[in-house]
Structure formats: C-alpha cells, structure tokens
C-alpha cells in the first residue's frame, strides 16, 4: 500500500529564513512524487514534480525538492521564504492501482513566513 | 479562460435532497478526477475517469456517483445527502499520471 506522510502540521520561519517542508513516503516501485500549495478557498496549485533524474528538482515560485531514495523523503524547501509564501503545502506520491493509478495525498503542513 | 471549472462554488442544502456538482476542463486532458477534502483539510480521492472510462472507484457511499459524457466533463451526482458529506470537493484533470494534476476552485458543500 502506499502512503505519505507529513509530519509537521505547521512549519513558522521568518522571512528571507530558508524554508523546509517534510515529506516521506511509502509506495512499490519507482516513486512519482508532487508538491502542491492551496491558498485560502483555492484549489491546489502544482508546485514541483520528481519522475526520475536529478534528485534536485526545481519548481514554481522559487521551490525546490530534494528526492532522497534511501531516505524516503522528498522535502520542500526554498532559499529564502517570502510572507506571501503562507499557505497550505501538500506532498502527494502516486502509486499502482489494478487497472489505473491514483495518487494520495498527504494531510498537509500549514506554512507561515513572518516579517 | 478557466482551465478547470466547478459549478456551484457554494452550494446550502437540507438533509435527503439530491444534488449535483459539475466539473468541465479545457486542457484536452485525458483523465479527471474527484476529491474531497474534510473540514481538517485531509484530500481523499473518490473517483477517476479515463477518457470517459472509470479506473479509480474508492470506497465511498452508492449515493455518490460520477458521470462522464465526455473526457471533458466529470459530473458527480449525490442522492440522499447526510450531515457527513460536508466538505469541499475537487475536481482535477491530469494529462498522464506523470503530470501534476490541475484542480479546479473547488464547491463547498453544506448539508443542514
């Protein structure tokens, strides 16, 4: 079965502060990894994704996600975080399904930047 | 121009109605999803088309039940309405399961 965790429910840095996002992941086979943001009464907006190749994988707005295999992580991060960087972040690793694929969701880590 | 787009946004209703959600993308992807999302924010997937066809049916309720007249369109029709199916729910569209996925703005429901 497959799975994702995030275990911080809520991530505070100050702003022009590095940010980092915890992700880990549980799936058979080769991991498809995703980060999305959902701001306030939005939907979820793709970040970054991580398929194969480069382990450093660059996204929207600055993010960036490192894939580590033999850790099972796949952490958000950003150099140096804006206050318009408080959202909702979402990890989500996809995994097989008998006659299709899905994708699932982990539970979320509020962000807040503070100036 | 709205990529995905569900409609109603909001939608109040009592407890026994029947009601639908309507979910229309104009990415020319081929596959379309539905999640909901629970008051703590938890995403869970419910149900997946490909190019019309359903690949992904969760367990959820026999009162929840997706259509899809063409790989444009994903409509999710709920008979029966319960205090519990208060939520907020997302319609997606993905062009391969390599692709991140595009949500639309999402339709809060609230049962009384």
């Known amino acids: 079965a497959q799975s994702v965790a995030q275990p911080e429910d809520q991530v505070n840095v100050a702003e022009g502060n590095p940010l980092t996002v915890k992700c880990t992941y549980s799936?058979?086979?080769?991991?498809?990894l995703f980060w999305y943001v959902q701001y306030p009464n939005r939907g979820l907006q793709f970040l970054l994704k991580y398929i194969t190749g480069d382990n450093l994988v660059k996204g929207s707005y600055g993010f960036e996600a490192e894939f580590n295999k033999s850790q099972t992580s796949f952490h958000l991060k950003k150099p140096s975080a804006l206050v318009s960087d408080s959202a909702l972040y979402f990890c989500?690793?996809?995994?097989?399904?008998?006659?299709?694929?899905?994708?699932?969701f982990g539970a979320g880590t509020r962000l807040f930047v503070k100036a | 121009d709205t990529a995905v787009s569900q409609t109603p946004k909001y939608l109040v209703t009592q407890m026994g109605n029947d009601k639908s959600i309507k979910c229309e993308q104009n990415l020319g992807h081929d596959t379309m999803y539905w999640y909901k999302q629970d008051s703590k924010k938890f995403l869970k997937i419910m149900f997946s088309?490909?190019?019309?066809?359903?690949?992904i049916n969760e367990t959820v309720p026999n009162r929840f039940s997706p259509k899809s007249p063409d790989k444009a369109h994903l409509n999710l029709h709920i008979n029966s309405l319960e205090l519990g199916d208060s939520a907020v729910y997302f319609c997606?569209?993905?062009?391969?399961?390599?692709?991140?996925?595009?949500f639309g703005s999402g339709t809060r429901l609230t049962v009384v």
């Open positions: 799936v058979s086979g080769n991991p498809y």
């Open positions: 989500a690793v996809r995994g097989d399904y008998t006659g299709g694929f899905k994708t699932i």
């Open positions: 997606a569209s993905s062009q391969t399961a390599d692709y991140g996925y595009t």
């Open positions: 088309y490909n190019n019309k066809e359903l690949i």
